[in-house]
């Protein structure tokens, strides 16, 4: 069952190993086939090292195993709700990565402040509230799902591919797979690129990106009249 959408979550969980952006388990990716409504999604714990194609387990979006024969990541139900509300993405990325979880452990949204940032994410990248403790000890996972999406009731999803859970780590999500890993490895570029701004400038309030240069750049990548890159031959 999705052969093809296995290995193509199975090669992007492993890519969050080659681009540095996970430590031991600390990750996972999902993908969805929007005509059945199935997850695949990485098995909760299981190193990078051991894991296999056929190990990816399926998940409708319900929660329930369709099939597998190891538990799905324990971060499913965020997945899930991420799925539900946004019907534009076709996958989704976790990570613990450094530059990104500081700010996220610090509560702070990202702030664009420079080109690199405009390029991919458009304005700040949002920092969710904390979760109440009730949200905590009920359905926790479920809960982490439902901030993201309430945070994105006053931010486009589709513009702004990310998201800081408060005193946690990232999600990113994309078209596939694919993009949701390579939202997550910019994410933490320009995570990192943020903290070394600071450091250099500690005195007074970061310079922001002035709003004419943040349009832009993320325009001439992503609206409709873009002309970055090369034309897609047919």
């Known amino acids: 069952m999705l052969e093809s959408l ?11 190993v080659r681009h540095g952006l996970v430590l031991f388990t600390w990750g996972n990716v999902s993908a969805i086939d929007r005509e059945s409504g199935r997850i695949v999604i990485k098995p909760s714990g299981l190193s990078y090292a051991d894991m296999k194609a056929e190990d990816m387990v399926v998940v409708d979006l319900s929660g329930q195993v369709v099939e597998g024969r190891l538990n799905p990541s324990s971060d499913t139900p965020t997945h899930i709700e991420l799925y539900k509300a946004f019907p534009k993405i076709g996958g989704v990325t976790h990570t613990h990565s450094t530059y990104a979880a500081a700010w996220a452990q610090a509560g702070r949204d990202l702030p664009c402040l420079g080109t690199t940032h405009a390029d991919y994410f458009y304005g700040a990248v949002p920092c969710a509230r904390p979760l109440t403790k009730t949200e905590i000890e009920r ?8 901030v993201i999406t309430e ?3 006053k931010n486009d999803y589709a513009a ?5 859970v408060h005193a946690h780590g990232p999600f990113t999500w994309g078209r596939d797979a694919d993009e949701a890993v390579y ?3 910019v994410l933490e570029e320009i995570a990192k690129m943020a903290t070394l701004t600071k450091q250099i400038r500690p005195q007074g309030a970061l310079i922001y990106a002035d709003q004419a240069l943040q349009d832009k750049h993320y325009f001439r990548k992503h609206g409709k009249n873009a002309y970055y890159g090369q034309e897609k031959k047919s």
Do not use: I
């Open 6 to 16: 296995k290995e193509a979550v199975f090669e992007a969980n492993l890519s969050l």
């Open 151 to 153: 945070t994105f009731k």
């Open 160 to 164: 702004c591919p990310g998201v800081l």
């Open 139 to 146: 359905a926790y996972e479920t809960n982490t799902g439902l």
């Open 183 to 185: 939202h997550a490895v």
